[in-house]
């Protein structure tokens, strides 16, 4: 099935549970890891969109990752924060590709490291054609952090589409949670590189994963 638009321009019911079937069918095909790379000499060739997910360290990247794709062990879920060093690629049925970044903001990480990483990230941001979408994610617990704030900055500095998603909704009650989408909706709104549709997810529950999937199966090839 091929699809045009986002659940934020779906015009109808109809339109909008063609695609949510999109997105499914979509990451319940074939995905797996394909590549990783820790300088921007060792990315791997240009071919088809990209889609990243970037996000504070411990903010469940690889939790929502495995979710999306239906799989528990895609990416690597580390109890370490800041584990990760590096970008690896995944590629989905061949029709777009998921980036997984490391996480930034954990505060025992080394400053050269984090220096090293932050240069590459922004080269590969600014760089990388065929990236069409990063998705930035926010832990709906303690909503957003300075290091948040750098990440956003950096995303319109690069002139890169990103989109927010909040996780791990799950441990909030309705109120606190409608308070944090609130805030998040508003964030987005006083940026012009954010997309207009913010996603409360749960990578336990399952809450949000169909309409994420939808909205990244718009950017995925036929």
């Known amino acids: 099935m091929?699809?045009?638009g986002g659940l934020a321009?779906?015009?109808?019911?109809?339109?909008?549970a063609a695609l949510i079937e999109a997105g499914r069918v979509l990451f319940a095909g074939e995905a797996a890891f394909v590549h990783a790379a820790q300088t921007l000499d060792q990315l791997p060739a240009v071919r088809g969109p990209e889609v990243a997910f970037a996000g504070r360290s411990n903010v469940g990247k690889s939790s929502?990752?495995?979710?999306l794709t239906g799989r528990r062990a895609l990416a690597r879920v580390s109890a370490t924060?800041?584990?990760t060093k590096q970008l690896n690629f995944f590629d989905l049925a061949g029709r777009l590709t998921l980036v997984d970044m490391p996480g930034y903001g954990y505060a025992e990480a080394a400053k050269s490291v984090k220096e090293a990483w932050q240069g590459?990230?922004?080269?590969?941001?600014?760089g990388r054609p065929t990236l069409r979408r990063v998705v930035l994610l926010i832990d709906a617990r303690v909503g957003f952090k300075p290091a948040d704030?750098?990440?956003?900055t950096l995303l319109d500095e690069a002139a890169v589409a990103y989109q927010l998603v909040l996780t791990k909704t799950d441990?909030?009650?309705p109120p606190a949670l409608a308070a944090i989408a609130a805030t998040t909706a508003a964030v987005a709104r006083a940026h012009t590189a954010a997309h207009p549709l913010v996603l409360?997810?749960?990578a336990e529950t399952g809450v949000g994963i169909p309409e994420l999937r939808a909205d990244l199966a718009s950017l995925a090839l036929p």
């Open 81 to 83: 924060p800041g584990r």
């Open 120 to 126: 590459a990230m922004f080269g590969y941001l600014r």
């Open 171 to 173: 441990k909030l009650k």
């Open 200 to 202: 409360a997810t749960s």
């Open 64 to 67: 929502l990752l495995n979710a």
């Open 2 to 4: 091929t699809v045009s």
């Open 149 to 152: 704030e750098a990440a956003m």
């Open 9 to 16: 321009e779906a015009a109808d019911e109809a339109s909008r």
